[in-house]
């Protein structure tokens, strides 16, 4: 007898990506794709030209009432006080011990109302994470069953997303949004995205997405869109060094030691992980998240080990070929007065050291 | 598809027998699997080799995997355009996609291998 499949959860798209022929993966408990025709051609039209990525999976939470800042402020590392409505801040949802529960981005849609957007496999955890802590005047709402999300990255992003709405997107700036509408029906367009491309990243409630999908395929064609899966999301967020769940950052890891720092603000007053934050910051951490490039012929691979002298020193994140640069790069964990750019480095792949070298991230960085 | 002409292996490898040599690739399906490969790494011209044991692999964007041999013998020569152009694996598999030739050691492995019905039929029930 055959074991019975896993019950997968699926996004409102799910039918259009086995109509369009993409391979599915399990990605998390969510039946998603990882690639349609080829990850380079998609990995490439997002540099070049523009990508549609379907990210319903990812999470959604919503905290309103009186307290709802003093809230957010009290679970998240950065100042959710400087925003201003229209405003996203990335940031972190820490243990009381400084790992992290979930890197998130905050939006700011009223002075009583924010929006979680929050990693997919994390959503659950994360709701009792803000549930159990939430002393305060504010409502909690598990909110990703309410939303599509559809990614529209790359340099014709703008030009593709504009010709569906009367919203001007030109003056939304970089992680800023703005509540409008997209071929009528309510939509929230915030301009960020997990590419390292200009783009933007829609919200909408599900029984509007497989339209809209059709729509910015349609709008999209004159400039070469293709759909994308999440095997292109990978390659395209690794060559911008953007951090992963449980990959460059989990509960056994801080800010300080992923190189995010610059979403901590120690100055703002007490939040969840802020003592032990600020035991460790007194301590030093002992290691640090470092880029590296394979000079040997190899790839490495995440999980595989990091040898310095012989000697294990660490273990690569992320790593895989980066299309764009035509290198084999990664992202690991070393001592961290090894973690410096220029250090030589083996990674053990599969069982043979490989030569590489540290260098500074991103590997990738659009000209603007 | 698959060419009647070969031999496959439930790992998704392919050889062509001619008199003593074998030539080896993976499988259609295998390259499909994988997705677009950008490295591959082959034994050397000269080295011994045993069937059913890894001597290489092929890695594509995602994924790694272990190249099985279906034959015993000796490596007498290295496809070499792969070093530069593994993406002709995805576009050639059972052409210029080929990965090593074989002086065969023991030349009735190769017969008692599938044949590309059998190899069919097997890909069929394992995606299924």
Redo the contacts between chains.
């Keep these: 007898m055959a074991p019975l499949p896993p019950l997968l959860k699926t996004t409102p798209l799910n039918a259009i990506h086995r109509r369009l022929g993409a ?1 599915m993966i399990d990605f998390g408990g969510w039946d998603m794709p ?2 349609y025709a ?3 051609e998609e ?1 490439h039209a997002v540099r070049q030209r523009v990508g549609l990525f379907d990210v319903s999976h990812m999470g959604e939470i919503e905290i309103r009432g009186k307290e709802a800042l003093r809230l957010v402020n009290y679970l998240t590392t950065n100042d959710a006080a400087r925003l201003v409505p229209g405003q996203v801040q990335y940031s972190g949802l820490l243990y009381e011990h400084g790992g992290f529960v979930d890197d998130i981005l905050v939006h700011k849609v009223a002075d009583e109302h924010y929006f979680l957007c929050v990693n997919a496999s994390n959503q659950d955890k994360d709701y009792q994470h803000i549930v159990t802590h939430n002393q305060f005047d504010a409502t909690v709402e598990n909110a990703g069953s309410h939303y599509a999300q559809l990614a529209v990255q790359g340099p014709r992003a703008l030009d593709t997303l504009q010709k569906l709405t009367p919203v001007p997107l030109a003056p939304i700036g970089y992680y800023h949004f703005v509540d409008g509408e997209v071929r009528g029906s309510p939509a929230r367009i915030a301009r960020t995205g997990y590419t390292g491309e200009d783009g933007f990243e829609v919200y909408l409630a599900p029984s509007g997405a497989a339209h809209l999908w059709d729509e910015i395929l349609v709008a999209g064609a004159e400039f070469g869109i293709k759909p994308c899966g999440l ?1 292109a999301r990978n ?1 395209l967020r690794l060559e911008a060094a953007m951090a992963l769940y449980d990959h460059e950052i989990h509960a056994s890891i801080t800010p300080w030691e992923a190189g995010l720092g610059w979403i901590v603000r120690m100055d703002k007053g007490d939040f969840v992980g802020r003592t032990a934050l600020a035991e460790q910051k007194e301590r030093g951490v002992t290691r640090k998240l470092a880029g590296f490039e394979m000079t040997g ?3 490495g ?1 995440d999980g595989y080990e990091v040898c310095m002298d012989g000697a294990g020193a660490g273990w690569v994140t992320s790593g ?2 980066s ?1 764009t640069l035509n290198k ?1 790069v990664g992202m690991c964990y070393l001592p961290r007065e090894q973690a410096e750019t220029g250090r030589r480095i083996q990674v053990m792949v ?1 069982g043979q050291a490989v030569d590489a070298v540290t260098v500074p991230t991103p590997f990738y960085k659009r000209t603007k | 598809m698959d060419p009647e002409n070969l031999r496959y292996t439930k790992e998704h490898e392919w050889v062509r027998v001619e008199g003593d040599t074998g030539t080896i690739g993976i499988t259609f399906h295998a390259q499909k699997e994988l ?2 490969i ?2 591959v ?1 082959l034994p050397k011209p000269g080295t011994s080799i045993q069937q059913k044991t890894t001597i290489g ?1 092929v ?4 994924a ?1 995997s272990d190249i099985y041999t279906p034959v015993s013998g000796e490596v007498v020569e290295v496809n070499g355009q792969l070093a530069e152009s593994p993406e002709i694996l995805n576009k050639d598999p059972y052409g210029s996609g080929w990965l090593v030739k074989i002086k065969l050691s023991e030349p009735d492995e190769a017969a008692k291998l599938l044949t590309a019905a059998e190899y069919q039929a097997y890909v069929g029930t394992e995606s299924s």
Excluded: A, C, F, M
């Excluded at chain 2, 890695?59 to 995602?62: G, L, R």
């Design positions: 391979k990882v690639q080829s990850l380079l990995h095997g390659t012929r190899g790839i691979r895989g070929p299309p084999n599969r | 997705g677009d950008v490295y790494d692999s890695e594509s964007v995602k790694v």
